[in-house]
């Protein structure tokens, strides 16, 4: 979203410096342990699957965690140029330098209002492979309020500056 936002607003590089980051989607291939790597930008990260995930610690686990391609979801691997089980993990490469924009998706397919309690602290400290990267502090927070995708409004909660120790506005 915000890709194409950027670009309709014409947005300078010095924006994408700001809040722009990195992942890299890591395959390694169970018959022959080749590994590939994708590259993909990211301006925002999306909390989803609310359900199982309550707060913020265990949605980084969710994000790193390994995943197995097996059955119908095999790796088509270059190397032994057949479908062979994988591991799949994720890795952010480059962080983004000042801010870190989160969304959390509190609708389902549906259009289902999702009403789970999110934890999300003031200070944060973001590990990765179980190495510290940064600090991010909350500073502002959008809240939908209404039943449905369709219906309500935003209302938008911010500190007047980034070293405010005070509540939101």
């Known amino acids: 979203f915000l890709k194409r936002l950027f670009a309709a607003l014409k947005v300078d590089a010095r924006l994408a410096f700001h809040m722009g980051g990195r992942f890299a989607y890591e395959t390694v291939c169970a018959g022959c342990n080749t590994s590939s790597c994708k590259y993909e930008s990211f301006e925002e990260l999306q909390i989803t699957n609310l359900s199982q995930t309550a707060t ?4 980084f686990s969710n ?10 979801n095999q790796y088509q691997c270059d190397t032994c140029r057949a479908k062979k ?5 994720l890795h952010i490469v480059k962080w983004p ?4 924009l989160m969304h ?12 789970h309690a999110f934890c999300m602290p003031d200070k944060f400290r973001v590990c990765a492979d179980d190495d510290f990267v940064a600090v991010y502090r909350l500073l502002s927070v959008v809240v939908h309020d209404g039943a449905t995708l369709s219906a309500g409004h935003y209302t938008a909660y911010g500190r007047i500056d980034d070293t405010s120790q005070s509540d939101f506005l």
């Open 104 to 115: 959390v998706l509190r609708f389902d397919n549906d259009g289902n209002k999702m009403t």
């Open 56 to 59: 913020l610690s265990q949605f």
């Open 97 to 100: 330098n000042n801010y870190l």
């Open 85 to 89: 089980d994988a591991v799949r993990k």
């Open 63 to 72: 994000l790193f965690a390994s995943e197995r391609l097996t059955g119908e």
